[in-house]
């Protein structure tokens, strides 16, 4: 009965929009909404109303941060956000990962009070973190971090990691994803550095473009079971000076249009309907208060049409962390005048009372209101919120967290994990005598990192004891697997029984770690693997035993000290859930390692070059030019098949201004295991107005090469991809040489226009 007046209430008021519920709860074909006529009904209060996003505690029983268990709307304080302060967007989660029946009736009584008790009705736009898979629903499947996603270097994964997870957060009656991170990762002291797809602009690009793709369905009125992106965090987020996280930035203008911004123009001209603002500061100038970055560069010279939300509490700071406003108030006038659109303010209503105030004071136009009011309504319409904002019926969604999306996690995790090192100790004999040790393998939170299950993603009780750690997926496979693990993460424990355990062994498989952290908590002191974990290795290696060296890891830890005592060493990131499976299978051989790295693993702490570096950063102390050594460069991966690259054949050695030529090379696979291979071209300029990197990476592509077989890969080279930004801030190319390089092959070319 109850349920029926409900949905009664539900039709009436969306019909007085001229909009129909669907009764299998995606959208319905209807006159689309009339927004100019929406805006026109608006009060200035409505309008800022729409421009407020709140965090989910401030309308739940309890206090922000310490909700009553388990968490509940309080009508209370969700009527006085809908009514009174006429509250456009909620976001994430009570610090919790839900059953899609709580997310359901959470979603779901927020939606109601907007349709029933909100004057026009409006439905509230729901945004998430939605980082590596739906992580805040419960039995959702967990992906790969996007750094482990971006070593498979196949963006078809990327896409159908993506496609699920906006399966699965639409399943909860969510439409928007605060994903993905476009920041690059120049720097591995930063704690958001596995959140990156690595150290390179094409790679982020042509990632964050297919992450897009997925989560959006290749289209900007993205279906039920797609959900809007949010390219974040706009711009230069990443390359905060001392790695710190939220510190200051100083970037060129020239380094910011070559390094930060192709991976946000990609997503921009892939439809991306929405942005988040860089909480840090550039060159002195916080990023939400400056309009050449928000206006300027986003709106006008990149054409972004979508909407501008900013980071957490990020208004407000602008006065109490960044100190450029003398107070709140002029805080949120230097945002809105900046271009935000809307603000995650997201604890109270200051925002709100502030931007009203400033109105009616005519400091801020009703007009400029419009705008930002006009991209938050397109947006709700394009998600087909108008139509209906209910969460689906559950049986609409068969498929979340299925056997068919775990397999593809799996997937995604066996092409992401990177073998570095390999004296042929792998793969593992199926009945060899294996001890597992280190902290991560024996854990399910390590290997998922932080965004899993809660916002640092530390937290075992939300582990899905049905997976696998990375003991466990041995374990399945041989028998004679066994555990002991003689250091936590950062103090050694009961190392002697490790050792005495290793003596008996056949080969140790060494599980090294860090603590999942993101943000803030994420600030380290020291790049290096701590004294620990590598004491661990030392005294293993004194038993004589081959050591596998396994590294689960928000970023690159220095081991440059345990490196030379290891007979192999694994990257695999944060492989998520099912990566212990997949880690397993590779390193037993029933899988072909295929990762390469996406960005440079550093050998010493203060030597983090990346690999397009200049040639002046190549020169070392003793006039050579070894000053990049690092463990291991970008796009370093071995797997256990014999490739050969042949020459490099050219279509031509000349190319004109409107031309192209054709590169292609031959890779031979002459060993026993299929291999899927990552061929990495790179250009070097030889002479330029501005200092060339020693290479760039200009296109890659990966096929699968069966064993005894080969394989082409074939590139097509414009001038495009022989430019670079000069000092008028254009993107040219200059006449002259230019070296064409893939593996170990060279070839040079005119570029004559
Ligand atoms: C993070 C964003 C995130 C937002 C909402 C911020 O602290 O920087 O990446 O989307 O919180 O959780």
């Known amino acids: 009965m109850k349920k029926s007046i409900f949905i009664l209430c539900l039709f009436l008021t969306f019909g007085c929009n001229a909009q129909k519920v669907s009764k299998k709860g995606s959208p319905a074909p209807t006159p ?3 927004i100019e006529a929406l805006i026109a009904q608006m009060t200035i209060e409505e309008k800022v109303g729409q421009m407020t996003q709140i965090n ?53 009584e927020i939606q109601r009070v907007a349709a029933t008790q909100g004057r026009l009705k409006i439905p509230i736009l729901y945004g998430i973190d939605a980082i590596h898979g739906a992580n805040y629903m419960m039995g959702s499947t967990l992906f790969p971090q996007q750094l482990g996603q971006a070593a498979t270097f196949n963006p078809e994964l990327v896409k159908r990691g993506a496609q699920i997870t906006a399966y699965e957060t639409r399943a909860a009656g969510i439409p928007w994803n605060f994903s993905p991170v476009l920041d690059v990762g120049r720097n591995p002291n930063w704690s958001r550095f596995f959140e990156t797809y690595g150290e390179d602009p094409l790679v982020c690009a042509t990632m964050g473009r297919a992450c897009i793709d997925g989560y959006q369905g290749h289209s900007t009125t993205p279906d039920a079971n797609h959900v809007a992106a949010c390219m974040k965090h706009f711009l230069g987020y990443s390359g905060a000076r001392t790695g710190k996280d939220r510190t200051p930035a100083i970037i060129s203008d020239i380094e910011l249009r070559q390094i930060y911004m192709p991976s946000f123009q990609a997503a921009i001209n892939e439809g991306a309907m929405s942005v988040m603002i860089n909480s840090g500061e550039i060159n002195g100038i916080p990023v939400h208060a400056n309009p050449a970055i928000l206006t300027q560069l986003l709106r006008n010279e990149m054409n972004f049409k979508g909407m501008a939300v900013t980071d957490w509490e990020d208004v407000m700071k602008l006065h109490q962390i960044h100190k450029v406003t003398a107070n709140n108030k002029e805080s949120v006038k230097a945002a809105v005048d ?25 400091k801020v136009t009703e007009a400029r209101l419009n705008e930002s009011v006009r991209r938050i309504l397109v947006m709700k319409r394009d998600l087909g919120l108008f139509v209906n904002a209910m969460p689906p019926a559950l049986k609409d969604f068969p498929d979340f967290g299925s056997a068919k999306h775990q397999q593809a996690a799996r997937e995604t995790a066996e092409e992401s994990i990177t073998l570095l090192k390999n004296d042929g100790v792998l793969p593992l004999s199926k009945t060899s005598k294996v001890l597992v040790c280190g902290p991560a393998g024996y854990s399910l939170t390590l290997i998922n990192g932080a965004w899993t299950r809660t916002w640092q993603g530390t937290d075992a009780k939300y582990e899905d004891n049905s997976r696998h750690t990375i003991f466990e997926a041995l374990q399945v496979i041989n028998p004679n697997v066994t555990f002991s693990e003689g250091s936590t993460l950062d103090s050694l424990s009961n190392v002697d029984e490790a050792v005495s355990k290793a003596s008996t062994s056949d080969v140790i498989v060494v599980c090294l770690s860090e603590l999942p952290s993101t943000e803030k908590p994420g600030d380290i002191e020291d790049l290096r693997m701590p004294d620990a974990q590598r004491e661990l290795v030392k005294r293993l290696s004194k038993t004589g035993k081959p050591i596998v060296l396994v590294l689960v890891e928000n970023r690159p830890r220095i081991i440059h000290d345990i490196v030379p005592l290891c007979n192999a060493v694994v990257m695999a990131y944060q492989p998520g859930d099912l990566g212990s499976d997949a880690l397993a299978r590779i390193l037993i051989g029933d899988v072909n390692p295929s990762g390469k790295l996406p960005f440079t693993y550093p050998a010493h702490e203060q030597s983090l070059l990346t690999y397009d570096h ?16 690092p463990e291991w460069p970008f796009g370093f991966g071995l797997n256990y098949s014999t490739l050969t690259y042949g020459e490099l054949k050219l279509s031509s050695n000349e190319l004109k201004a409107n031309g192209s030529i054709s590169v292609s090379i031959d890779v031979t696979n002459s ?48 001038k495009e991809d022989l430019a670079f930004i000069n000092k008028d801030l254009k993107s040219v190319t200059e006449p002259g040489q230019f070296d064409i390089m893939i593996g170990d092959k060279v070839a040079t070319i005119n570029y004559l226009p």
Request: overall charge neutral.
């Open 671 to 718: 060993g026993k295991y299929d291999a899927r291979e990552s061929v990495l071209l790179f250009t070097r300029d030889h002479v330029a107005s501005i200092t060339p990197s020693v290479r760039k990476l200009r296109k890659f592509d990966k096929q699968l090469i069966k064993a005894g077989a080969s394989a082409t890969y074939t590139f097509t080279l414009t």
């Open 56 to 108: 989910l505690d401030v309308v739940c029983e309890g206090g922000i941060y310490k909700l009553v268990e388990p968490h509940h709307i309080e009508p209370a304080k969700l009527n006085e956000a809908i009514t009174k302060w006429h509250v456009g967007s909620v976001l994430n989660c009570g610090g919790h990962a839900y059953p899609l029946k709580q997310w359901h009736e959470l979603v779901g």
């Open 32 to 34: 689309p909404v009339d």
């Open 338 to 362: 900046a271009g935000i659109d809307m603000c995650m303010v997201p604890n109270d209503f200051e925002f709100a009372r502030h931007l009203i105030e400033l109105v009616k004071e005519g």
């Open 614 to 629: 200049k040639f002046s950063e190549t020169l070392d102390p003793k006039f050579g030019n070894t000053a990049y050594s």
